[in-house]
């Protein structure tokens, strides 16, 4: 909603945004973020040849620094359907290693010891929450080799 998908070299405008958004002052707040931003700016030249699925990658990896950072409010992943994929999500394999929920997931990841991270993004296994420990304890998280650790 704050880029334009038809040409990702400029941010929508505010009156395109409050079109596409029920919370207009997040999104132009997300769009300034996002324009200041060295890694997930997508209008600048750098990212010019990126499909719009990179796009939305980076986008969505953008707005979970944005929310647990800057908003400090909550993220939620219902992890029941990916328990037993996390060799393909920390391998970047199989049907679920390049989905954006596992982009997502290796940014929490590579984020994890992060507190605003730690307090803000919330795990759920068959509707119980869960603690990160016990998230990135599962099986496969071992073999997860990050080209960038934040920490």
């Known amino acids: 909603a704050v880029w334009d998908r038809k040409n990702r070299a400029v941010f929508n405008k505010d009156e395109k945004i409050a079109e596409r958004l029920n919370d207009v002052q997040r999104g132009i707040f997300f769009r300034e973020f996002l324009s200041q931003h060295k890694k997930y700016n997508i209008t600048e030249d750098k990212y ?25 409010r909550s993220v939620i992943f219902v992890i029941d359907n990916l328990v037993d994929a996390i060799s393909d999500i920390a391998n970047k394999t199989g049907k679920h290693g390049n989905s954006i929920t596992a982009h997502e997931l290796r940014w929490v990841y590579r984020n994890r010891h992060d507190d605003l991270v730690k307090q803000n993004v919330k795990f759920f296994l068959n509707g119980e929450a869960i603690s990160h420990e016990d998230v990135f304890s599962l099986v496969g998280w071992d073999k997860y080799k990050p080209k960038n650790r934040n920490r």
């Not at 990896?61 to 400090?72: I, M």
């Open 48 to 72: 010019s040849d990126l499909s719009n699925e990179e796009c939305w990658i980076k986008t969505s990896k953008a707005g979970l620094e944005f929310q647990t950072r800057l908003r400090e």
